[in-house]
């Protein structure tokens, strides 16, 4: 089993910042590809942002490109994001969440089989 708990939400201003982490314990050695999604009040959760072991890959939604940045310390078994400009409709709770298969990154809810409890983001206007 992993566990995630992550870590860094809050209440911030359109224009702040936020660095959000995920610290991964357990079988950490079955995990390899991780992602962010996030899900807002009577929406379905989506993906953000994920990243692979080696970091080598990074895709990111389009609604978040340029704006949030992922990565990884593996030494640490966390993964972290990165968000600068928010924005209010980026306002949800986000999950951090890991992949259990080492193949292609996952940009879907249904790739990863660990997920953490999430945390909460406001981003007020």
């Known amino acids: 089993q992993v566990q995630l708990v992550e870590s860094g939400g809050g209440l911030v201003q359109a224009g702040g910042s936020l660095k959000l982490s995920c610290a991964a314990s357990?079988?950490?050695?079955?995990?390899?590809?991780m992602g962010w999604f996030r899900q807002a009040p009577g929406k379905e959760r989506e993906f953000v942002a994920a990243i692979s072991w080696s970091g080598s890959s990074t895709p990111y939604a389009d609604s978040v490109k340029g704006r949030f940045t992922i990565s990884r310390d593996n030494a640490k078994n966390t993964v972290y994001l990165q968000m600068n400009s928010l924005k209010p409709e980026d306002t949800a709770v986000y999950y951090c969440?890991?992949?259990?298969?080492?193949?292609?990154?996952?940009?879907?809810?249904?790739?990863?089989?660990?997920w953490g409890q999430g945390t909460q983001v406001t981003v007020s206007s």
């Open positions: 357990g079988r950490t050695g079955s995990t390899y590809g």
């Open positions: 969440a890991a992949d259990h298969i080492n193949r292609r990154i996952q940009v879907v809810t249904a790739g990863y089989l660990y």
